[in-house]
């Protein structure tokens, strides 16, 4: 059963970043829908996966992370959003950010 999880590692402190609201969008040409939205626990994960089973589908997705708040003052990020195409819908994708307030960067996990 496929499914979609993430985290959040917050580089320049070297530890989960906690309480980040992320949504996912579900990109089907020009327009996205809201398919999921979830907050960061204190590991820097979500509770559940975002999608999993039947939810997950072989389209394009997008991944919105919400840093404005938890980067306070010191940031310069606000909303980072990071887009990926799921080719199999059965296999577990583990998209994390990793992020400084100056910049971040991602990869699939596993």
């Known amino acids: 059963m496929g ?8 580089t320049a402190q070297g ?3 906690a309480g980040i609201p992320i949504e996912l969008y579900r990109l089907e040409g020009e327009i996205g829908t809201l398919v999921a939205s979830a907050k960061t626990n204190r590991d ?9 089973g039947e939810k997950l589908r072989t389209v394009t997705y997008q991944l ?5 708040a938890y980067f306070k003052s010191q940031g310069f990020l606000d909303v980072v ?4 195409t799921i080719a199999d819908a059965g296999a577990h ?4 950010l990793l992020c400084s307030p100056w910049s ?3 990869y699939r996990g596993s």
């Open 64 to 68: 919105v992370f919400h840093m404005g």
């Open 15 to 17: 530890h989960p970043g």
């Open 104 to 106: 971040y960067s991602t």
């Open 81 to 84: 959003p990071i887009r990926f």
């Open 44 to 52: 820097g994960r979500t509770d559940a996966p975002l999608l999993e």
């Open 3 to 10: 499914k979609l999880t993430t985290h959040v590692l917050d």
């Open 93 to 96: 994708y583990h998209v994390p």
